[in-house]
């Protein structure tokens, strides 16, 4: 299964971490936050255009990742977008 995020999808798109802490494969267009998520996410492609997107599925869709290589991916995922490390960086940032 893969996702996607639309240009118009919310500023920090929950339904991008939730699926890249799963491994999943992630096509996502460049909008609010998805960028700097997909970015750091080893299965994930930020794309801009709907080429570019058609592109990427494409590719996607006949070279799937491992077994392996997605739980390495989640795993990877899951500490980067650790709430506390966000938390702290919210205290930081109001010297708390």
């Given at each position: 299964m893969f996702y996607s995020s639309l240009p118009y999808t919310e500023g920090y798109p929950?339904?991008?971490v939730e699926a890249s802490a799963s491994g999943t494969p992630i096509v996502g267009f460049?909008?609010?936050?998805s960028k700097l998520i997909l970015d750091a996410y080893d299965l994930g492609y930020s794309v801009?255009?709907?080429a570019?997107?058609?592109n990427?599925?494409?590719k996607l869709t006949n070279e799937l990742p491992s077994k392996d290589q997605k739980?390495?991916?989640a795993q990877k995922q899951i500490k980067q977008?650790?709430?506390s490390?966000?938390?702290n960086e919210y205290k930081e940032f109001i010297r708390l």
């Open positions: 929950n339904v991008l460049e909008a609010g936050d801009r255009y709907q570019e997107f058609i990427r599925l494409d739980i390495r991916a977008l650790d709430f490390i966000t938390v």
